[in-house]
């Protein structure tokens, strides 16, 4: 398959009020396929003025026709909009995977899980209610449930079509405004996203997307003031920024930021069910994910033999450029390919037991070998910082105490497992472990649409996913009748 873009949209232009228009400024940015490091194309830079007018064209829809619209209609549209997702889930693999570089079975599944997450805010759209709270003699007392109004989503390059379907689906659901600034990176199918949103119905100013930098764009949405609640996916470091932008404006801000995450394999584990899932948490999209599972925490009795096991799994990967869909693409852009390449530099002293090989990888393409160690100490670097690449290390314990400190021995918290077959233990690392997410004898790296999703420490705060997502996206709004 060549990597040539067929796209059914124009990616050089800002979707705002309903309209696709050019930036204000008239600039653009250059699209690199990361498999090939070749230029496939431009997008729009937006800017302030882009913002603004995106910012002032969801105040009109939600104070207008977007904000009359019924919860029941609301789910509707969310459906009509799965449905043509549906019909183009190939189109959106093969944009997402020459556009982020992960193999297209990857790929794939992002598209159909855009369309689940739009099934559910769907269905869920007119299942949202408030309370009645008993109260004095003479009184009627219940809470609505109500949209914050216009709301700022930021995504990044790794999974845009996932995150808007979390973010910008729970959020339409509930009757906000929405305005979309994807990642410079890769943002092409947030804008298949927004195309195919017209198409749908949805109302003007509903939903406005405006690509460009995150130092543009993206601080000037962050800082808005007629912006009223802020959703985040990306580096501490960003989020920091996003969440301090606006507090400026007392705007509360969902983050989901980095990861650390642990396994922790037990002497009585099922290995033979927990490798698929210690391997794959670690590679997938490249290690490009939020949840990847970097450190695999084993019992000191077991360390050499899950460590031969895993290393039989990884000198088997293959990786190559995203449409081959072969186990592992390229990083996103040669800047994260250097960042990744820093780090196995530092792992020279560690034992390096395997890694991955390449299979015809073009050499402009921005990739590295899935690499694994074993014997690291928790106190390693490549043990401690988030690597944001396919790279695991192995790092062993003796007992369940020692287990727990190691796993909660980084700044991070977003997801961790549980690997044994002894329930009582299951149970209580469950409490122990600081974490948003804990599996047991399985690892979801963020689990099905239902399961709310999000950290602790630098994972950030606030829940993504399921209904935890829809309560986020509003405000509580409690009335109290005194009737006599």
Same mark, same amino acid.
């Given at each position: 398959?060549?990597?040539?873009?067929?796209?059914?949209?124009?990616?050089?232009?800002?979707?705002?009020?309903?309209?696709?228009?050019?930036?204000?400024?008239?600039?653009?940015?250059?699209?690199?396929?990361?498999?090939?490091?070749?230029?496939?194309?431009?997008?729009?830079?937006?800017?302030?003025?882009?913002?603004?007018?995106?910012?002032?064209?969801?105040?009109?829809?939600?104070?207008?026709?977007?904000?009359?619209?019924?919860? !029941?209609?609301?789910?509707?549209?969310?459906?009509?909009?799965?449905?043509?997702?549906?019909?183009?889930?190939?189109?959106?693999?093969?944009?997402?995977?020459?556009?982020?570089?992960?193999?297209?079975?990857?790929?794939?599944?992002?598209?159909?899980?855009?369309?689940?997450?739009?099934?559910?805010?769907?269905?869920?759209? =007119?299942?949202?209610?408030?309370?009645?709270?008993?109260?004095?003699?003479?009184?009627?007392?219940?809470?609505?449930?109500?949209?914050?109004?216009?709301?700022?989503?930021?995504?990044?390059?790794?999974?845009?079509?996932?995150?808007?379907?979390?973010?910008?689906?729970?959020?339409?659901?509930?009757?906000?405004?929405?305005?979309?600034?994807?990642?410079?990176?890769?943002?092409?199918?947030?804008?298949?996203?927004?195309?195919?949103?017209?198409?749908?119905?949805?109302?003007?100013?509903?939903?406005?997307?405006?690509?460009?930098?995150?130092?543009?764009? +993206?601080?000037?949405?962050?800082?808005?003031?007629?912006?009223?609640?802020?959703?985040?996916?990306?580096?501490?470091?960003?989020?920091?920024?996003?969440?301090?932008?606006?507090?400026?404006?007392?705007?509360?801000?969902?983050?989901?930021?980095?990861?650390?995450?642990?396994?922790?394999?037990?002497?009585?584990?099922?290995?033979?069910?927990?490798?698929?899932?210690?391997?794959?948490?670690?590679?997938?999209?490249?290690?490009?994910?939020?949840?990847?599972?970097?450190?695999?925490?084993?019992?000191?009795?077991?360390? =050499?033999?899950?460590?031969?096991?895993?290393?039989?799994?990884?000198?088997?990967?293959?990786?190559?450029?995203?449409?081959? =869909?072969?186990?592992?693409?390229?990083?996103?852009?040669?800047?994260?390919?250097?960042?990744?390449?820093?780090?196995?530099?530092?792992?020279? =002293?560690?034992?390096?037991?395997?890694?991955?090989?390449?299979?015809?990888?073009?050499?402009?393409?921005?990739?590295?070998?899935?690499?694994?160690?074993?014997?690291?100490?928790?106190?390693?670097?490549?043990?401690?910082?988030?690597?944001?690449?396919?790279?695991? !290390?192995?790092?062993?314990?003796?007992?369940?105490?020692?287990?727990?400190?190691?796993?909660?021995?980084?700044?991070? +918290?977003?997801?961790?497992?549980?690997?044994?077959?002894?329930?009582?233990?299951?149970?209580?690392?469950?409490?122990?472990?600081?974490?948003?997410?804990?599996?047991?004898?399985?690892?979801?790296?963020?689990?099905?649409?239902?399961?709310?999703?999000?950290?602790?420490?630098?994972?950030?705060?606030?829940?993504?996913?399921?209904?935890?997502?829809?309560?986020?996206?509003?405000?509580?709004?409690?009335?109290?009748?005194?009737?006599?």
């Amino acid at each position: 398959m060549t990597d040539v873009l067929d796209l059914w949209f124009d990616p050089s232009r800002c979707l705002i009020n309903g309209n696709w228009v050019a930036p204000a400024g008239g600039r653009h940015l250059p699209l690199h396929n990361p498999s090939t490091g070749e230029r496939i194309g431009s997008i729009a830079r937006g800017a302030a003025e882009d913002v603004d007018a995106a910012v002032a064209a969801a105040h009109v829809a939600w104070q207008g026709t977007w904000g009359k619209t019924t919860a !029941v209609e609301r789910g509707r549209l969310l459906f009509k909009l799965r449905e043509l997702v549906l019909e183009k889930v190939e189109d959106l693999a093969r944009i997402e995977a020459i556009d982020v570089g992960k193999p297209l079975k990857q790929a794939r599944a992002d598209a159909i899980a855009l369309a689940r997450y739009l099934e559910f805010y769907g269905g869920a759209a =007119d299942k949202l209610h408030g309370d009645t709270i008993p109260y004095l003699d003479g009184y009627t007392v219940y809470t609505l449930r109500e949209p914050h109004g216009v709301t700022g989503h930021i995504v990044p390059w790794n999974y845009p079509m996932q995150i808007i379907g979390r973010s910008v689906g729970a959020a339409l659901a509930t009757g906000n405004a929405c305005v979309l600034k994807p990642a410079e990176d890769a943002c092409l199918t947030a804008l298949a996203f927004a195309d195919l949103a017209v198409k749908a119905g949805l109302p003007a100013g509903a939903l406005n997307v405006v690509p460009g930098l995150g130092a543009e764009a +993206g601080a000037a949405l962050s800082a808005h003031p007629g912006v009223h609640h802020v959703s985040f996916t990306g580096s501490v470091a960003t989020g920091v920024q996003v969440q301090t932008a606006a507090a400026r404006n007392v705007v509360p801000v969902t983050l989901e930021l980095g990861g650390k995450s642990p396994q922790l394999v037990f002497a009585d584990a099922d290995l033979d069910a927990a490798l698929p899932f210690l391997v794959n948490a670690g590679i997938q999209n490249a290690g490009q994910t939020c949840s990847a599972s970097s450190r695999i925490l084993v019992h000191r009795s077991i360390q =050499d033999r899950l460590v031969q096991r895993m290393a039989e799994r990884y000198t088997a990967l293959k990786v190559g450029p995203a449409l081959a =869909d072969l186990d592992v693409g390229p990083l996103i852009s040669a800047r994260q390919q250097g960042i990744v390449s820093s780090f196995l530099d530092r792992g020279d =002293d560690l034992e390096k037991v395997a890694e991955g090989s390449f299979q015809d990888a073009p050499e402009g393409g921005s990739y590295v070998r899935p690499t694994l160690f074993a014997g690291v100490s928790p106190s390693h670097t490549l043990a401690r910082d988030e690597i944001f690449g396919p790279v695991q !290390v192995v790092i062993p314990f003796d007992d369940e105490d020692e287990a727990v400190a190691i796993a909660n021995g980084t700044d991070y +918290g977003l997801v961790a497992s549980i690997w044994s077959r002894d329930g009582a233990r299951q149970l209580r690392l469950a409490r122990k472990i600081r974490s948003g997410q804990i599996f047991i004898n399985n690892y979801g790296a963020g689990g099905g649409v239902e399961l709310p999703f999000g950290g602790i420490g630098t994972s950030g705060h606030g829940r993504e996913k399921g209904f935890e997502a829809l309560y986020g996206f509003t405000t509580l709004k409690t009335v109290a009748a005194y009737h006599g």
